[in-house]
């Protein structure tokens, strides 16, 4: 992989793509963790009296513009956190884009408008990417959460420039390689959150890494009704259910242990004001919603955690939103605090239920990728990885 310490990038417009996909509340950044961790490389670039052009996407916004969905409280963020203005573009092609970059002075910082307000950027569109590339000189990639995106800003512009990895892309991708490559053993995978889907996939590859596996979160009830459990109305994937059943055996077969839940936090509605109970899995009544681990599965995994030399977390392990539901998430982050294990956390919600619990300097380092983390680990190619090798 070329890195950008590599790059000349002395003086030049350097395009950098980052992911400042982050969430916002009255136009104001409620989260600036992704923004914050891109920091370093901008002030490397900086100081070397370069140029930097910021390119991001920010929501879905279906290829138009969406009004709540630009780029301005991301500039007035990282004004703030750098100390100095940083000019917001009102798009990230176009006449007026070029002669406002062409206008910028050296170690001045300026944002485009949002990506994603243009089809071409999804569908890799190779004129888009000349038309960006054209904006500058060096292409940095630091935007690790759409690692696994094939999008013009992250692939299709690498045609056009010289392209290198930023320096948060190169600590995601060495956090990650010690997951990959000889990691310690005992080496567990906690895996929570609602897509049973991808986790499902991912956990395929993973049987074939760890010696464990923990689940919880939205993703456990496909595991607990594949396992003949009665599970409520909790929310269960009923065309997984076979493959559940398929990866349980594939991990007995490989001597693999699969931990579920022996209880459940519940309520009759996902509020904070709904009625809560603790209940047994094999207890579990009809008309109930699980929204956390309890306090018996809590313990359970925290032994198996504190067995670990090396631990992948990705997907929180209840509604961390709601208070009552977040004690799971605190438990398990309570654990890792009490190992000195490697561990690295799948960013995205996992991330953000850590940032909002207060605990997210437990980890060893929590990655800024959720999509991109598990596709990594999943031992999946990914194409504007694969530009950065060329």
């Not at 094939?150 to 930023?166: N, Q, T």
């Not at 456990?220 to 259910?241: C, N």
């Not at 919603?289 to 359970?300: E, M, N, S, V």
């Not at 709601?322 to 956390?345: C, E, H, K, W, Y």
Request: hydrophobic letters at 45%; a negative charge; one cysteine or more.
């Amino acid at each position: 992989m070329k890195v950008m310490q590599e790059a000349p990038v002395e003086g030049k417009t350097v395009l950098m793509r980052t992911d400042y996909n982050v969430p916002l509340s009255e136009g104001q950044v409620t989260d600036a963790s992704r923004i914050e961790m891109s920091l370093p490389t901008i002030t490397y670039l900086i100081a070397r009296d370069a140029k930097v052009v910021l390119l991001s996407h920010l929501g879905r916004p279906d290829g138009k513009v969406v009004e709540h969905l630009r780029l301005d409280p991301i500039a007035s963020q990282l004004s703030e956190l750098l100390d100095q203005p940083v000019k917001k573009f009102p798009d990230c092609i176009g006449e007026e884009v070029r002669h406002g970059v062409a206008a910028l002075q050296s170690r001045q910082v300026a944002i485009l408008e949002n990506l994603r307000f243009h089809p071409e950027e999804g569908a890799n569109d190779r004129s888009f990417a000349a038309q960006l590339a054209k904006l500058g000189e060096i292409f940095i990639n630091d935007a690790f959460a759409s690692l696994h995106r094939s999008h013009a800003s992250l692939v299709g512009i690498s045609e056009f420039l010289p392209s290198y990895a930023g320096l948060l892309m190169q600590k995601e991708i060495e956090s990650l390689a010690r997951l990959l490559k000889d990691p310690e053993r005992p080496y567990i995978a906690i895996i929570g959150g609602k897509k049973a889907r991808s986790k499902l996939s991912t956990l395929h590859e993973l049987i074939n890494k760890v010696d464990a596996i923990l689940v919880g979160g939205g993703v456990a009830f496909t595991f607990l009704r594949a396992q003949g459990y009665a599970v409520g109305d909790s929310i269960i994937d009923e065309t997984l259910l076979d493959d559940t059943r398929m990866l349980i055996k594939k991990a007995e077969e490989k001597g693999v242990s699969i931990f579920l839940p022996l209880d459940i936090a519940m309520a009759q509605a996902a509020t904070a004001k709904a009625e809560t109970a603790i209940y047994q899995v094999d207890d579990i009544p009809a008309g109930w919603i699980g929204l956390d681990i309890g306090p018996k599965t809590i313990t359970a995994f925290a032994k198996e955690i504190k067995a670990a030399r090396t631990i992948v977390w990705t997907g929180p392990m209840g509604m961390f939103e709601i208070p009552q539901f977040s004690v799971g998430t605190r438990g398990i982050a309570d654990a890792l605090a009490q190992t000195s294990a490697f561990s690295v956390v799948g960013g995205g919600e996992t991330g953000e239920a850590l940032t909002r619990l207060g605990v997210a300097d437990i980890p060893s380092y929590i990655s800024t990728g959720g999509g991109a983390c598990l596709s990594l680990l999943r031992g999946r190619s990914l194409l504007a990885l694969e530009v950065l090798r060329r």
